[in-house]
């Protein structure tokens, strides 16, 4: 399993944009799949965001179009950049890593790493 650290949580007001941050201990984009989900109390965690090991992207219809996942080999970290977040986006935020293929990246299940998760709250 791959350790996963995450940067601090933050806070915006709606229209804002916030960077997250995970750190590996061991990654790069051809061994594992990655991914971002979030959860709300009372909810099942949400796949957002997730990077195949053939660099594929995949996104939740919630976050298309305003979410980016980018990875960065040289640092081994994976980076989540929200844009026009909304107070919908308020959550805790995790990152995930699978060895090899994803056949469904936004599925909890097809991970086996974790990061401690971190919290992101958008104000209206």
């Known amino acids: 399993q791959l350790q996963l650290v995450q940067s601090g949580g933050g806070s915006v007001e709606s229209g804002g944009s916030l960077t997250r941050s995970c750190v590996a201990s061991d990654y790069t984009v051809r061994r594992y799949c990655m991914a971002w989900f979030r959860q709300v109390p009372g909810k099942e965690r949400e796949g957002v965001a997730a990077?195949?090991?053939?660099?594929?992207?995949t996104y939740a219809e919630s976050v298309k179009g305003r979410f980016t996942i980018t990875p960065d080999n040289s640092k081994k970290t994976l980076y989540l950049q929200m844009e026009s977040l909304k107070p919908e986006d308020t959550a805790k935020y995790y990152c995930a890593a699978q060895p090899g293929w994803c056949p469904y990246p936004l599925i909890e299940r097809d991970y086996n790493s974790w990061g401690q998760g971190t919290q992101v709250t958008v104000s209206t």
């Open positions: 990077i195949n090991n053939d660099n594929s992207r």
